[in-house]
């Protein structure tokens, strides 16, 4: 079970760098448009209540990578500290959540190519920009964290750019009232913003690949933290300071309108590309951490065992990469649109919120050693107060998540509902071999330590 391990490629900066890119990803160039169209000029404080539980996500991310860092470390801890049945549907929330967020970014890709291609279908380039990520990753994990350190570097740059450079052009008067559709449309804006800051947990995933795991994943959670808050800050400032609020709504690549109205015009190029880069590398992210988590849970006997299998030469799951793939490009069939693959995708997060900070609460009486002997570690007031936050979030942004997208919520708990039916029936013919989940789990982690 425990042969196939991943090698450990990747530094302190190539993880900053893989994160960050899966973090700021085309969202950002497109959803604080349409969100202000909904929340006006409190699109930013809807970003900043999205913040919240982006921060305690990154804690819980650091204490669980620490603690477990393998592939798909967050189902081993759901696993072990709660149940193999909430670990794996932590999981399978977490697949069905890269079937929504690669189409919105691969739409999101296609929406700023047609400044280039305005004659393009949005769905080919969409399904192109997936397989080409797919045979990067095919050639293995060291060129596609090259190209990746190449792409955020220049999508940074530009964006701190148009950020900084737009504080000096702000109309104050566009900026008032702040909440011209009221504060419940603030409230309702920050669910889908927080998909924005959605990918802080998927370091979890990779931990397996990281070197120094214990000093080296807090690093990178804090440091793209910094970076991610600071851009996002400034632009859902910047654009309803830019452009007024009634028109940001229907304009389809906001940034590219805003930045013609005070950077020179080959900037509104550059930002193009910088969408363009940012969603490729997020999409990039996201291909590798799904691939790794079908690896995981093939290797624990969940799934079947050929998704288990490491390429000769690059040591990396292929086959659970090719699967991942086709798994996107059926999402990018359904034809959603950006604030309901987004929504759809923060339903799934909460859930799991939930489970992670009941697992959080648990963890040092279930792993005292491993707790004991953490490089990072949070104390118990500090656990339980992080618990407490994150769980009262989830639930609140369950509730205007669910209430304001009950077609797409009526299908995810559909899609939940046979991941537990399949979890049940592989787990009894499991069982009906003389296999336990749970002990394969609990040997995963105690390995580790």
């Not at 309702?188 to 927080?194: S, Y």
């Not at 013609?260 to 363009?276: E, H, M, Q």
Request: aromatic letters at 10%; one cysteine or more.
């Amino acid at each position: 079970m425990t042969s196939n391990r991943l090698d450990r490629k990747i530094g302190l900066w190539g993880a900053v760098f893989l994160l960050i890119g899966n973090i700021v990803g085309a969202s950002i160039f497109i959803l604080p448009g349409q969100l202000a169209g909904l929340a006006g000029p409190g699109v930013v404080i809807a970003y900043f209540i999205a913040a919240v539980p982006a921060i305690i996500n990154c804690l819980i991310a650091a204490q669980v990578g620490a603690i477990l860092p393998v592939s798909a470390a967050g189902y081993v801890f759901s696993s072990v500290v709660l149940h193999p049945f909430l670990g794996f549907l932590k999981e399978w929330v977490g697949i069905l959540g890269i079937m929504v967020s690669v189409p919105l970014l691969g739409y999101g890709f296609a929406d700023y190519m047609a400044y280039f291609l305005p004659q393009a279908d949005r769905f080919t380039i969409a399904i192109g920009l997936v397989i080409s990520l797919m045979l990067i990753n095919l050639a293995g994990i060291h060129a596609s964290i090259r190209l990746q350190m190449i792409l955020v570097v220049i999508f940074v740059v530009s964006l701190l750019s148009f950020g900084i450079g737009g504080l000096f052009y702000l109309d104050w008067d566009l900026l008032t009232p702040v909440a011209p559709n009221g504060i419940k449309s603030i409230l309702n804006a920050a669910v889908p913003a927080f998909y924005s800051y959605s990918g802080f947990i998927t370091i979890t995933a990779i931990g397996e690949e990281i070197k120094n795991p214990g000093k080296n994943i807090p690093l990178t959670l804090a440091i793209t933290f910094f970076f991610v808050a600071t851009i996002y800050t400034l632009v859902t400032l910047v654009l309803p300071g830019i452009i007024p609020w009634q028109e940001l709504g229907q304009i389809v690549a906001p940034m590219t309108s805003a930045s013609k109205i005070f950077l020179p015009d080959w900037f509104a190029v550059v930002i193009t590309l910088s969408a363009l880069l940012a969603a490729a590398t997020s999409a990039n992210v996201a291909l590798i951490t799904a691939s790794r988590s079908f690896f995981a849970l093939a290797r624990h006997k969940i799934y079947p065992e050929i998704l288990s299998h490491l390429n000769s030469r690059t040591n990396e799951p292929v086959i659970a990469l090719l699967l991942v793939g086709l798994l996107t490009m059926g999402g990018i069939a359904l034809k959603g649109n950006i604030i309901q693959y987004a929504s759809a995708n923060v339903i799934g997060l909460m859930f799991y919120g939930i489970v992670w900070s009941i697992g959080l609460i648990r963890l040092p009486k279930v792993l005292p050693e491993h707790y004991a002997n953490a490089a990072f570690k949070l104390n118990i007031p500090t656990i339980w107060v992080a618990a407490i936050i994150k769980i009262t979030i989830s639930v609140g942004f369950l509730y205007v998540g669910i209430a304001n997208n009950l077609g797409p919520a009526g299908i995810y708990a559909i899609l939940i509902m046979i991941g537990a039916a399949y979890y049940l029936l592989r787990e009894n013919h499991l069982s009906k071999k003389g296999i336990s989940l749970k002990q394969i789990l609990r040997n995963e982690a105690d390995q580790v330590f």
